[in-house]
C-alpha cells in the first residue's frame, strides 16, 4: 500500500483558520453503513441521530502551552516545541536551531529560566528546565499554544479556549483530540436528556500527529509514539454498553488508537477491552479491522496522513474518499478548526 493512494486534492480556502462562534454551530456528513446518499446535517443534531443506551467516549487530555523561544549562549535563537512533559522538570521536545546543540548545553528562555539540553534521541531532545516553579505550572504562564502548522496565524486570546475540549482535564497533548471541539456544555446535556453515556479515555497528542508520512511504501512508515490510558472503569462501561446491545462510539481517531492498543487477546484467541496504560506506536491502515468502536466521529484529515488513513481502515477507502469529494464540493471546513463527519463501518472495511 502506498503513500500516494491517500492523496486528494482540497482548495487552501476549505481550511479553517479559525473557530466558529460557537463549537456546536459546525457542521455534520453523516456517512451511513451502506453505501447511498450523504447527510448534511448541523453538529448539535447528534443527539437525533444516536440512541439511547449509546455510549461516547471522548479524551480528556488537555492541551499544554507547548511553544517557547530562547537564545543558546552563543547567541543563536531557539525555538522549542515540548513533546512531552517527562515528570519532574524533563520533557522531550523538538528544537528549532540553526545548528543542533551538544548535551550540557544551555538555552536561556525568553520568559525567564533556562532549559539544560540532556541529550538527543532521534528528532527529539530531552531537556531539564530550571525554573522557580513546576514546569507544568510555569507553560500555564510562560508557554504559547502550539496551533497546527496549517493555521496560518499566530494564537489569539480566543484560542486559549477553544482549542481545547470543554471536558480537557489531563495536561499532556501538544495538539487537541480535534473531534471533542464541537462539544458545549449545551450539546452534552441534551445527549444526556437523550439517554447517551459518556466515557473518558486519556491519549496525550504528540507532535509527531503533525508530522508527514515520508516513505511511498507504508510497510516501511515507523509510527510515532504516544502514551494513553485506558481505564478499568470505561472498560466496564464499554462492556455494559454492548451487553444490554448499545453502540459504541469514539469521539476522535486518538480515542480509536487507544481502544484499539488496550484490545488484548483472551483465552479464545479474540481481542477484548482491557485496561492498559503506556506507550503506543499502533499504525493502522485499510486491512486492518477496527473492533473497539461501532461508530466514529471525527473531523477531516490531511492528504496523505496516518489519520485518512485509519478512517479509510475503518470505513472504507473508497467510501471515505466519496465522502470527501462530497464535502470538498459542499464547502465544508477541514482540519482542526473544520467541520466533523459521524462515520459508520461499511464497504470494503467489512
Request: hydrophobic letters at 45%.
Amino acid at each position: 500500500m502506498r503513500k500516494s493512494d491517500f492523496h486528494y486534492e482540497l482548495p487552501a480556502e476549505l481550511i479553517a483558520q479559525a473557530p466558529l462562534a460557537e463549537r456546536s454551530a459546525s457542521r455534520l456528513l453523516v456517512v451511513p453503513p451502506e453505501p447511498g446518499v450523504l447527510g448534511d446535517r448541523a453538529f448539535r443534531e447528534l443527539p437525533a441521530l444516536l440512541e439511547p443506551g449509546d455510549l461516547l467516549v471522548f479524551n480528556d487530555t488537555r492541551v499544554i502551552p507547548a511553544r517557547l523561544f530562547g537564545r543558546k549562549s552563543t547567541g543563536g535563537r531557539v525555538e522549542i516545541l515540548i513533546e512531552r512533559l517527562l515528570g519532574g522538570a524533563d520533557a522531550r521536545a523538538q528544537l528549532g536551531v540553526s545548528k543542533s546543540p551538544k548535551p550540557g548545553a544551555v538555552i536561556v528562555l525568553d520568559a525567564g529560566g533556562e532549559a539544560e539540553v540532556l541529550g538527543r534521541d532521534g528528532e527529539f531532545y530531552r531537556l531539564r528546565f530550571h525554573l522557580s516553579e513546576s514546569l507544568e505550572s510555569w507553560l500555564v504562564k510562560a508557554g504559547r499554544l502550539p496551533l497546527p502548522p496549517y493555521i496560518e496565524r499566530e494564537p489569539g486570546a480566543d484560542d486559549a479556549e477553544r482549542y481545547q475540549t470543554v471536558f480537557a482535564r489531563e495536561a499532556g497533548a501538544v495538539a487537541a483530540p480535534t473531534a471533542g471541539l464541537h462539544f458545549d456544555d449545551a450539546l452534552l446535556d441534551a445527549l444526556r436528556e437523550r439517554g447517551v453515556s459518556m466515557g473518558h479515555v486519556t491519549l496525550h497528542v504528540g507532535a509527531g500527529t503533525f508530522q508527514p508520512v515520508r516513505v511511498e511504501q507504508l510497510d516501511q512508515h515507523v509510527m510515532h509514539s504516544e502514551w494513553l490510558n485506558v481505564g478499568a472503569e470505561l472498560v466496564d462501561q464499554v462492556r455494559r454498553t454492548r451487553a444490554a446491545g448499545g453502540r459504541v462510539i469514539g469521539v476522535g481517531t486518538t480515542v480509536v488508537r487507544a481502544l484499539e492498543s488496550a484490545m488484548q487477546g483472551n483465552a479464545s484467541g479474540e481481542r477484548e477491552l482491557r485496561p492498559f496504560a503506556g506507550e503506543t506506536r499502533l499504525f493502522i491502515l485499510p486491512g486492518y479491522r477496527i473492533r473497539s468502536v461501532d461508530a466514529m466521529i471525527t473531523n477531516f484529515h490531511l492528504p496523505e496522513s496516518t489519520l485518512l488513513m485509519m478512517i479509510s481502515a475503518f470505513a472504507g477507502k473508497a467510501r471515505v474518499f466519496e465522502a470527501y469529494a462530497h464535502a470538498i464540493r459542499e464547502r465544508y471546513r477541514f482540519f482542526s478548526y473544520g467541520d466533523a463527519m459521524l462515520l459508520w463501518p461499511g464497504g470494503d472495511a467489512r
